[in-house]
């Protein structure tokens, strides 16, 4: 049988079949394709102004990688006038993130980014293993979410940027959108729906370039271009809640390969009933593109891991580059095929949705003002972040022993810190 063409150029053999719609490909034009449809996203949502300073927030994951490589490809290639930062958080996990830090380091030097790194226990006075140890492995990705998006913006205020781009990509969009909806959380849905968001509280925004990228493509483009990045999952990520509506949208996109897109356009139907006062969304002058508020740092939805920590999809995106490895040598030229049961029908979008008047449930409206401990934006006046560590801090053993070093060349001297308690002297004979 003679070998398939690619759809598009019609000469080179097709080697991949995009999971997205089934177009036969070649590599070339799988790749320039790809990066087309992040510019086409980028530009018609203005994304970013020329001679703006932008941070990614570079986890050594798929996700993080593929976007640092496809946004100096774009700005180069299309002259954005962007001048690309680095930003990494470290929470702290012991063989999970010190590992992908290292892929991080490597990414800077290959695409020439300045990279700055900032922890959780600078931060917070707490690392991850910390928070573990003492809450266990239920709800500690409530406090890693938490902790995590204040850490970005507090990154991006100390090296006075701007901007925060993430890599959240379409699966984690439909991810999202269906844990809100589990959830019955609407205005939470909007903000989350939203391409662009914002926190008043520090004047910085995110927005994510990947929005309608699917993840599977992503792999596909990280091994077409042979770029460096870490795999490993997270190591306390497979309780969280996130997983169940991962395991949802994974199930309905083998049925429907559509239905990740589909549920995305969903959500932002969704979002389109709430009103403004519920959802603090506010149309940005500037760039055209809804900006939208997020309250606590929940714009990417709470209780799970983003992009933006690496973490990776479990077995079935694992399964997926072992076998794009595997496939190189033997089956060199074959090619690369999900496989799908049934196409399903698309949805007719074109009956403008309901407006917010004939919603039949009231919406409680949300007060925004500024925590009155760190000054993060919150709906009430202690923000999340600090209801948390209240709760660790009361908690934390009131008896540690630590061991400092005082100055380079003098000795160890072991420090007692004890609260609400003296120690007698004893008299030894």
Known sequence: MPPTLCALCHSA?????????????CKNCFLTLFETEIHNTITSNSLFRPGERVAIGASG???????????????????????LLLLSIDEGIKGYRDDSLETVKRNAIQYDMPLTVVGYDELYGWTMDQVVSQIGKKG????????????????????????????????????????????????????????????????????KPLKYAYEKEIVLYAHHKRLDYFTTECIYSPEAFRGSARTLIKNLERVRPSAILDVVRSGEDMARL????????????????????????????????GSINGRASGGEMAAMEQKLRDGEGGAKGRETETDFTGQGQRHDRSKAAPTAAKMAKKLPKQQLQKC?????LSSQSVCKACMLLEGLNKNRPRTEIRVSVEEEDSSPTLTRRMEGMTVAPTDIT
């Open 13 to 25: 053999r097709a080697l991949i079949i995009r999971p997205k719609n089934h177009q036969k490909l």
């Open 61 to 83: 994951g798929k996700d993080s990688t593929v976007l640092a490589s496809v946004l100096k490809t774009l700005n180069e290639r299309y002259d954005y006038g962007l001048n």
């Open 140 to 207: 500690n990705c409530t406090y890693c979410g938490v902790f995590r998006r204040q850490a970005l913006d507090r990154g991006a205020a100390r090296l006075g940027i701007k901007h925060v781009v993430t890599g959240h990509n379409a699966d984690d969009i439909a991810e999202t959108v269906m844990m809100n909806l589990l959830r019955g959380d609407l205005p939470r849905l909007s903000r989350t729906t939203s391409i662009v968001t914002a926190s008043a509280a520090s004047d910085i925004k995110r927005s």
């Open 274 to 305: 709430v009103p403004p006062e519920v959802s603090n969304s506010s149309a940005d002058p500037a760039n055209n593109a809804d900006l939208v508020v997020a309250v606590d740092g929940e714009a990417e939805g709470e209780g799970g891991c």
């Open 372 to 376: 009155g401990r760190c000054g993060y």
